[in-house]
């Protein structure tokens, strides 16, 4: 299983935040890295996985409770949590015969820093 290592941007930055896209126009590289995420959030099915799992009490779910919450075969699930984990949503854990999921939330905070308005920013 390959480990994908993600860069957590502007920890240099006294303020603690990168760019916004209301502040500074996207490099081609963080456009490219911010579609694949927007793309891999662009599905109902992989934003209910994404929630089920960042809701799910001890921060872990097994893909076996995830499963039974849809209507979609076991490798339709598993085809939707591999785009989720290339996008760096997400991170798995193989134990036994199961496979253990958890969100990532270097990624949901930098979606959340990016999309989100300075302070004392006009309209």
Known sequence: MSKQELVVLG????????????????DE??????????KALGDPVR?????????????????CDLTPAF???Q??????????RQAGLIDS????TWVYYRLLPE???RLAAVLTRP???VG
């Open 119 to 121: 302070a004392g920013a």
């Open 47 to 63: 934003l209910r996985l994404l929630s089920m799992i960042a809701s799910r009490a001890g921060g872990e779910v097994c893909v």
């Open 71 to 73: 209507d979609l075969s």
């Open 29 to 38: 590289e963080g456009a490219e890295t911010l579609a694949k995420v927007f």
């Open 107 to 109: 990624m949901t905070d």
């Open 11 to 26: 920890q240099d930055d006294p303020e603690g935040c990168c760019p916004t896209l209301l502040t500074a126009p996207l």
């Open 93 to 96: 854990e193989r134990r036994g």
């Open 75 to 84: 490798p339709t699930i598993s085809h939707h949590l591999k785009l989720l």
